[in-house]
């Protein structure tokens, strides 16, 4: 029996941002952690990447609570750690500390290894105008995409 694939998207991450740099990470989790990720219940809304002694952690993350936890069962919102190589630590590092730079978590997913890797971008903030042309292009598209479609 094949499991269902486990896609957890940013949806707002493209929308407010630029993603300028993605970087597949892993992630520290505890047992019911990754038993609630395989069954999809996580969300990235409002989360954010922040250094901690040479170290990327990701705040904010919602991971609920596994139904057949026991006492033992996880907090929802806790610091997880990320799991990257020290060169791409330090170019992270490097690029975050420049103004107007984020590091933001964009994509949660099962490694064909039975892994949770998550996929962090570096993010330029986007203007008001930007995010104007950015519904103006969706809308086009769509628009095109109905009329190729008669």
């Known amino acids: ?16 941002y630029e993603l300028l740099d ?3 990470a892993g ?11 395989r069954l999809g219940k996580a969300s990235l809304v ?26 033992n069962n996880h907090q929802a919102r806790r610091d997880r750690k990320l799991l990257l190589t020290k060169k791409e ?14 590091v933001i978590p964009t994509k949660i997913y099962i490694s064909d290894k039975g892994l949770a890797k998550i996929i962090v971008a570096i993010a330029k903030g986007k203007k008001v105008y930007d995010k104007r ?8 598209k769509r628009q095109m995409d109905r009329a190729f479609k008669r």
């Open 46 to 71: 409002d989360t954010f990447c922040f250094f901690n002694n040479g170290e990327l952690w990701v705040k904010n993350m919602y991971i609920a609570e596994y139904f057949y936890g026991t006492y």
């Open 27 to 37: 992630i520290v989790l505890t047992g019911t952690e990754i038993k609630s990720i």
């Open 1 to 16: 029996m094949k499991l269902p694939q486990v896609n957890i998207k940013n949806k707002r991450a493209s929308f407010d």
């Open 89 to 102: 630590l330090q170019k992270i590092q490097r690029l975050s500390k420049e103004s107007g730079f984020s």
């Open 133 to 140: 042309e950015s519904i103006k292009e969706r809308e086009d």
């Open 22 to 24: 993605t970087y597949q």
